[in-house]
């Protein structure tokens, strides 16, 4: 049951949302010559995904849940560091307002996951 939920939707999202990171990075980097904020959301952003993708591994139920939790972190995280980005003006509204949204649905299906699979 608990592969099935991932395999379902959560992967496939955060690996599209993954790349988008990566391409928002390419472009901090190579138009707007921001270097250090855009290297912590590329962390963060894409670690996302790989600790979903471990979760698909998981030993027990409480280790499942455990990788989930840290990539609801991680998306926490990727958040924060869009805010920084945007309101540092070196992402307009629209770019902002796109991947933003996309996170933030991430963080509520990730915080669902992690509610429903915690135990006692």
């Known amino acids: 049951m608990i592969r099935k939920v991932v395999d379902n939707d959560v992967y ?3 690996q599209a949302f993954a790349l988008r990171v990566v391409n ?6 190579d ?3 921001e270097y250090i904020i855009s290297k912590q ?10 600790n979903v993708r471990e979760a698909r591994n998981a030993q ?3 280790d499942f849940s455990n990788k989930m939790n840290i990539a609801l972190k991680e998306a926490d995280e990727t958040a924060y560091w869009l805010e920084l980005l945007h309101k540092a003006e070196f992402i307009d509204d ?3 307002c796109s991947i933003y949204d996309d996170c933030d649905k991430i963080i509520g299906i990730l915080t669902k996951i992690v ?3 915690k135990t006692c």
């Open 60 to 62: 027990s139920r409480a």
């Open 24 to 29: 928002m990075y390419k472009y901090l980097q």
């Open 12 to 14: 496939e999202v955060t």
């Open 94 to 96: 629209e770019m902002f």
């Open 31 to 33: 138009t707007q010559k």
């Open 41 to 50: 959301r590329f962390r963060s952003g894409t670690s996302i995904g790989a």
């Open 115 to 117: 509610k429903s699979t």
